[in-house]
């Protein structure tokens, strides 16, 4: 990496830097692109990067801070530390419309923060917390839509206990372990999902599509709601056994 800081500004093209000794709180970084840079135990707080981009870059043991990340675009980036086990910390921030593609995010902590639209595709977020996290925006005094996409992603051990995650997409994820505890899934799409062993008690499935998904030991008795769950004919006998029922063939 280069030895030199650049200035950073709105819209800075930087490659190859270490930006771990620079000062970003409450910057106006609209559309930064950055590639191949490092930041290393960097407070981002109320810093604006609406519209960034950033491929390559590893933020190691990291916090953003009512910061804009509104529509920011995160490439192969590395968010997680390995040697603490820790994650980056996301708190009071916005991340509507953001995009995270083949990223690590392990262990990461996303706080009472905005993600409506967010889109996180062939992500790692092993053992991540969404706490008080909003997948959804208001489009009037009584239309609340739901938006959000974990598409092949590694939910296992995530927390998703109270999330709101109506007709989101989480198709081919796993979510082995995770804790979907009073999660609002209804609508949603979990087709070809792993959720084996996850904590499902007063989920709500209601017109979920679990076609194709790993559901041994999910039971429905324990679920908030499931009129309308679509499942394949092989994933009959795995939720009815999980009822206590003893399944003959014929």
Same mark, same amino acid.
């Given at each position: =990496?280069?030895?030199?800081? !650049? #200035? &950073?500004?709105?819209?800075?093209?930087?490659?190859?830097?270490?930006?771990?000794?620079?000062?970003?709180?409450?910057?106006? &970084?609209?559309? &930064?692109?950055?590639?191949?840079?490092?930041?290393?135990?960097?407070?981002?707080?109320?810093? *604006? @990067?609406?519209?960034?981009?950033?491929?390559?870059?590893?933020?190691?043991?990291? %916090?953003?801070?009512?910061?804009?990340?509104?529509?920011? +675009?995160?490439? %192969?980036?590395?968010?997680? #530390? !390995?040697?603490?086990?820790?994650?980056?910390?996301?708190?009071?921030?916005?991340? #509507?419309?953001?995009?995270? $593609?083949?990223?690590?995010?392990?262990?990461?902590?996303? /706080?009472?923060?905005?993600?409506?639209?967010?889109?996180?595709?062939?992500?790692?977020?092993?053992?991540? %917390?969404?706490? %008080?996290?909003?997948?959804?925006?208001?489009?009037? !005094?009584?239309?609340?839509?739901?938006?959000?996409?974990?598409?092949?992603?590694?939910?296992?051990?995530? /927390?998703?206990?109270?999330?709101?995650?109506?007709?989101?997409?989480?198709?081919?994820?796993?979510?082995? $372990?995770?804790?979907? +505890?009073?999660?609002?899934?209804?609508?949603?799409?979990?087709?070809?999902? #792993?959720?084996?062993?996850?904590?499902?008690?007063?989920?709500?499935?209601?017109?979920?599509?679990?076609?194709?998904?790993?559901?041994?030991?999910?039971?429905?008795?324990?679920?908030?709601?499931?009129?309308?769950?679509? *499942?394949?004919?092989?994933?009959?006998?795995? @939720?009815?056994?999980? =009822?206590?029922?003893?399944?003959?063939?014929?």
């Amino acid at each position: =990496m280069a030895d030199d800081v !650049p #200035d &950073l500004s709105p819209g800075a093209v930087i490659s190859g830097a270490d930006l771990s000794g620079v000062d970003f709180a409450e910057r106006d &970084l609209t559309d &930064l692109v950055l590639t191949d840079c490092a930041l290393v135990d960097v407070q981002l707080s109320a810093v *604006i @990067l609406q519209g960034a981009r950033f491929t390559d870059c590893r933020f190691t043991r990291c %916090r953003f801070a009512h910061a804009d990340l509104r529509e920011a +675009t995160f490439t %192969r980036c590395n968010l997680a #530390d !390995p040697d603490s086990h820790s994650g980056v910390q996301i708190a009071f921030s916005q991340l #509507d419309q953001a995009r995270f $593609e083949a990223c690590d995010l392990s262990f990461a902590g996303i /706080d009472r923060t905005s993600l409506w639209a967010v889109v996180f595709a062939s992500t790692n977020l092993r053992g991540a %917390r969404f706490h %008080r996290a909003d997948f959804s925006r208001s489009f009037g !005094p009584k239309v609340v839509r739901t938006s959000a996409a974990f598409t092949a992603c590694n939910l296992e051990l995530a /927390d998703l206990s109270d999330a709101r995650l109506a007709t989101c997409d989480l198709t081919g994820s796993s979510l082995r $372990e995770a804790d979907l +505890t009073e999660a609002d899934l209804e609508g949603a799409n979990l087709s070809n999902c #792993d959720l084996f062993q996850a904590l499902t008690a007063g989920a709500k499935l209601a017109d979920a599509d679990l076609r194709g998904a790993e559901v041994s030991g999910l039971s429905l008795a324990a679920l908030g709601s499931y009129a309308g769950l679509k *499942i394949g004919l092989s994933q009959q006998q795995a @939720l009815l056994t999980a =009822m206590g029922l003893d399944v003959y063939a014929d």
